[in-house]
């Protein structure tokens, strides 16, 4: 009877975690799908990557004419090879929905390799590790980063829980595959790459899940002559590999592309400095002025926002050399003051969010062996537990109560594309019957559905609002008309048979 009762709780436990993770995959992939048919997704960026898809398919090369005004490789603004293995899927169902719809099964798959961690890894009983699933799908930084679209930092928690799989499992090949495939994803996927492989040397020789043996001091020193000996492909993959990585992208980026976006970090830097190396030095030879910068109001809510969903625990470690992997967290997240990298609905919480995910499993695999080891006498123990267990519960209370906030707000487009489904379909029927081989002008909202026009530019940012006599077409809202469409009929474009009750569409006057 109890080992009957015991599978019956598992088996509703099993049901009950996956039925709450296909409802929150099914609402977000509702809301994201409504977002484009409502015309709520602006040029940038799922406009731009849109466009850049439909020339990959025709010409194989990642090019958009949105994203600097001009027509260039994405490949020059950030080296992101990695969307090539979306391209089959949009090859079958050319849309802009397609693209949505892999970003959120995208971020879900990565569930997989955390299941494998967390199964074959740690001691962890089936209750704590559904706690753990539903941490990362209900997290807010997971769930929000979807928020402004299509962004190819959707593939870092699928590559990172993978990449610390293969480490767990010493093996070269997987660490190889998977640290290639990380970088492919943008160039500053470095910083995670990187201290992955500090932590590993550090943690994870001998299989050990977070758990490193004896002190810090001797455990260097030992990390030091294990790498000149049998690890030294840990050094090689995971330190010296990303570095070399970023330093080539960044001289490409720099040299033959738009430059790399290093101007995000300008506030580390003290008057006439210039460039991360000073911004780094900066780091450890003035730390007050860092931690200004770092602990700012804003910041201060963002960093309880995301640690109160996950009950504080990726900051409780019993090994310093964990804190390798919190690192990230900092740089990605809470060094620059750039407002969008504090922001639980952008794209920059993918890979830091899969990391403090994978610090909570460590931190709880650590205090249940730790209370287990030094326990006194049950009842100390059951304590233990029982407290654990309510902070993992608040955790989860806080992950759904953000979550469920930010789903509801953000399902705006959905009660809006419902409340007026005519207008909108309206919309997308005008602007599918535009000819494609025309220079088109279009409003932000109005380019993801444009986006297999080959010469197609965003109305306010091209040429700086200034007329262009080579635009054969300018297409925006009617309601509202702004300065830029006023100017293109000062310059005697006229509305066309194309323009209805909703949409303006100019022409050049013959």
């Not at 807010?140 to 870092?156: A, K, M, R, V």
Request: charged content about 15%.
């Amino acid at each position: 009877m109890v080992a009957s009762g015991n599978k019956t709780g598992r088996r509703v436990l099993i049901t009950a975690t996956v039925i709450l993770i296909v409802i929150h995959f099914a609402a977000l992939t509702t809301i994201m799908c409504a977002r484009v048919a409502a015309f709520d997704t602006p040029t940038y960026d799922m406009g731009l990557f849109t466009q850049m898809f439909h020339y990959m398919l025709r010409t194989g090369r990642a090019l958009t004419t949105l994203e600097r005004d001009m027509l260039l490789s994405h490949f020059q603004v950030h080296m992101s090879p990695i969307y090539y293995l979306y391209l089959p899927f949009f090859a079958l169902f050319p849309s802009a929905y397609t693209l949505q719809i892999l970003q959120t099964f995208t971020v879900l798959l990565a569930l997989y390799p955390l299941s494998l961690i967390l199964r074959r890894y740690t001691s962890l009983s089936l209750p704590w590790r559904a706690a753990i699933y539903l941490m990362y799908v209900f997290a807010p930084g997971i769930t929000g980063s979807s928020f402004y679209d299509l962004h190819e930092n959707c593939f870092l928690p699928l590559c990172l829980f993978f990449l610390l799989e293969g480490q767990l499992a010493n093996s070269k090949r997987k660490v190889f595959f998977w640290t290639a495939l990380t970088l492919l994803i943008k160039e500053d996927a470095m910083i995670y790459v990187f201290f992955i492989g500090a932590y590993s040397l550090f943690c994870l020789q001998g299989r050990n899940f977070g758990r490193c043996s004896g002190k810090l001091s001797v455990r260097i020193y030992a990390s030091v002559r294990q790498t000149l000996r049998q690890e030294w492909w840990r050094l090689l993959l995971n330190v010296i590999l990303p570095l070399v990585y970023f330093s080539a992208v960044v001289y490409y980026l720099n040299h033959y592309g738009q430059g790399a976006m290093v101007n995000r970090f300008d506030n580390l830097l003290l008057p006439g400095q210039h460039g991360l190396v000073q911004a780094a030095f900066n780091l450890i030879l003035h730390p007050f002025f860092i931690l200004e910068q770092i602990f700012t109001s804003a910041k201060i809510r963002y960093l309880t926002a995301v640690l109160a969903a996950m009950a504080f625990l990726p900051l409780w470690q019993y090994r310093l050399a964990n804190y390798c992997l919190l690192c990230p967290f900092i740089v990605m997240n809470l060094l620059s003051n750039y407002q969008y990298q504090h922001s639980l609905v952008f794209q920059y919480n993918y890979g830091t969010g899969a990391l403090l995910i994978y610090l909570t499993a460590v931190s709880l695999e650590a205090i249940l062996l730790h209370g287990r080891d030094n326990r006194g006498s049950q009842d100390s123990w059951d304590i233990r537990r029982t407290i654990l267990s309510l902070l993992v519960c608040l955790g989860l209370f806080s992950s759904f109560l953000t979550t469920s906030s930010l789903l509801r707000h953000h399902a705006a487009s959905l009660h809006v594309y419902n409340s007026a489904r005519d207008k909108y379909q309206t919309l997308a029927r005008t602007l599918s019957s535009l000819p494609r081989d025309k220079k088109i002008l279009a409003d932000t909202l109005l380019t993801t559905a444009l986006a297999d026009v080959p010469e197609l530019y965003d109305l306010e940012y091209h040429r700086s609002g200034l007329p262009d006599r080579t635009i054969d077409y300018v297409v925006a809202f009617r309601n509202g008309e702004n300065e830029t469409v006023i100017a293109y009929k000062k310059a005697g474009y006229i509305e066309n048979d194309y323009s209805n009750h909703y949409l303006i569409v100019l022409q050049k006057n013959a």
